[in-house]
């Protein structure tokens, strides 16, 4: 080939390959992904300088923003609609409750009781491989007392007296629903969207969405119990409050019960505060050059993480200090005097202490639920556990001035069948999963109180009268947080993905 005939090409601008790799090996990071991962870069500096710039939660928790005002550090500049609700306290009880057990009064059931569940009711469901081989599907009606409460007169369980007190402030959905009949796809499901693992939960979505009130404690924080029920309840894996494909900063934090919430948090012998923050400064710089030669925002996401954990080395062990609370209190929740229940009562006034340091998303999950067997007696100490609590954190944020904004949510992922799993006795009976329809209950935060909405069938087995999806529950929390389900989105391989997937509906009949 004839050189000649190649346009010349002043001789600065020409690099030969040897050039490349001896004199310029920077150059070589210039990939096309590297170009993103630096632009990614930028958006994690910015929210480290965010984060740590701002020191006035030192004081405590900030003042919540004004409706539809900027949100306090999240990915949305605006709230689509002015918010009933600034936090959520999510009481999830793992493992599927029985609501024909306890919300949904079935009274005919007595009447059907030992019977052939109809075919013409069943209507062919799938069920699961542990009563798929039963021969038969006897029914069996609640062996509990149901009365009437409050101003609306809400039908409630004997095993429910505390709930019952304070039914005024509750809306009861009965009707709600989901696809999914086992525990793990179901608790996946109703938490993040999605059967499959992946996405992020619910509490990640909001503290990506609308950020922290307090930069002195994580978004999100999560509490799990073990329940008097079952004890060999189906385990709950840590992506259940996973970031999924959100930075990670966006995952919640577990906190263990005792006075030592956060493993790893507090110093280790003969290391003192300022030493643990000459040995941050000396890791944020080596992650800092780290980032400036790869531009991976992770490493970003770590420098904050570190930092915060630095911060709640002050905030967290006072948080955990249940001394400061008066003997009333402490009663009212069902703590006892030495503070070492360790269950459900104490996490039910952890969370209102979280929600009062401006914590936004703080998560109970209470484990024992699931009673296939022996139903009667276990979920006789399963509501013994979280009946007490539960009421006395509706009563303590209202006299507190809190339920007005702190949105209150109970339920599980699915519930229970009216047919008997295993044989029917007079005295004892089983129930397997149930998805077609279970209750779950909502208060405070812009819901309405003293309601029950949504109807099911003299079975409690199929919906009757307005259903709602987990996606419309999902959409409707959102709502009253001032979030357009429809409009909290982030980009992930090519497609925007969004808590609610492609469904949801905010369901009005439960807004106050």
């Not at 929740?333 to 209102?352: I, P, S």
């Not at 979920?379 to 809190?402: E, S, W, Y």
């Not at 006795?425 to 209950?441: I, K, P």
Request: hydrophobic share 35%; with cysteine; net charge neutral.
């Amino acid at each position: 080939m004839d050189t000649t005939s190649r346009p010349t090409v002043p001789p600065s601008s020409v690099v030969s390959d040897t050039t490349m790799h001896t004199t310029h090996p920077l150059a070589l990071l210039q990939t096309r992904r590297h170009f993103f991962g630096r632009t990614a870069a930028g958006i994690g500096t910015a929210a480290l300088a965010s984060l740590l710039a701002d020191d006035r939660a030192a004081a405590g928790p900030e003042v919540a923003p004004p409706p539809r005002s900027l949100a306090a550090g999240g990915a949305l500049s605006v709230l689509h609609a002015a918010p009933k609700a600034k936090r959520v306290i999510y009481l999830f009880m793992s493992g599927g409750p029985s609501q024909i057990d306890l919300l949904d009064y079935k009274p005919k059931l007595k009447d059907y009781n030992g019977q052939e569940l109809p075919a013409t009711v069943r209507m062919g469901q799938r069920i699961t491989g542990m009563t798929s081989g039963q021969k038969s599907f006897p029914c069996a009606a609640a062996q509990f007392k149901f009365a009437r409460h409050g101003k609306a007169g809400t039908w409630v369980s004997e095993l429910l007296p505390h709930t019952a007190g304070v039914v005024d402030d509750i809306a009861v959905i009965k009707s709600v629903n989901t696809e999914a009949i086992n525990h793990d796809p179901a608790i996946t499901y109703i938490q993040t969207g999605s059967q499959q693992p992946g996405r992020p939960s619910l509490g990640a979505w909001l503290s990506y969405g609308i950020g922290s009130e307090n930069k002195n404690m994580p978004a999100f924080v999560v509490m799990i119990s073990q329940g008097s029920g079952n004890k060999t309840d189906q385990p709950l894996f840590s992506r259940l409050w996973g970031s999924g494909f959100l930075p990670t900063q966006h995952q919640g934090v577990r906190f263990r019960s005792g006075q030592d919430p956060v493993l790893y948090l507090s110093n280790p012998t003969g290391v003192d505060a300022g030493g643990r923050r000459t040995m941050l400064d000396a890791v944020g710089e080596l992650n800092r050059m780290a980032g400036e030669s790869f531009h991976d925002p992770e490493i970003d996401t770590r420098i904050a993480q570190y930092e915060m954990a630095f911060r709640m080395q002050t905030s967290v062990p006072e948080l955990a200090d249940l001394s400061r609370e008066d003997k009333k209190t402490l009663e009212m929740y069902g703590v006892d005097d030495k503070n070492e229940d360790g269950g459900f009562a104490r996490n039910c006034l952890l969370a209102r202490r979280l929600a009062e340091r401006g914590v936004r998303f703080i998560q109970l999950m209470h484990r024992g639920w699931d009673q296939h067997s022996s139903l009667p007696g276990q979920i006789r100490g399963q509501c013994k556990d979280v009946d007490r609590p539960a009421a006395a954190l509706l009563r303590d944020l209202k006299q507190r001035g809190m339920l007005d904004d702190t949105l209150v949510v109970w339920g599980g992922e699915f519930g229970r069948t009216v047919y008997s799993q295993g044989a029917l006795t007079a005295t004892n009976y089983g129930r397997d999963h149930h998805g077609r329809c279970f209750s779950v209950w909502i208060a405070g935060g812009g819901a309405k109180g003293g309601i029950s909405y949504g109807a099911t069938d003299d079975y409690s087995y199929n919906v009757t009268e307005n259903p709602v999806h987990i996606h419309d529950l999902n959409a409707t929390l959102l709502h009253l947080l001032g979030i357009d389900h429809t409009r909290l989105t982030f980009k992930f391989q090519g497609r925007d993905f969004r808590l609610t997937d492609v469904h949801g509906t905010v369901v009005k009949g439960v807004l106050a």
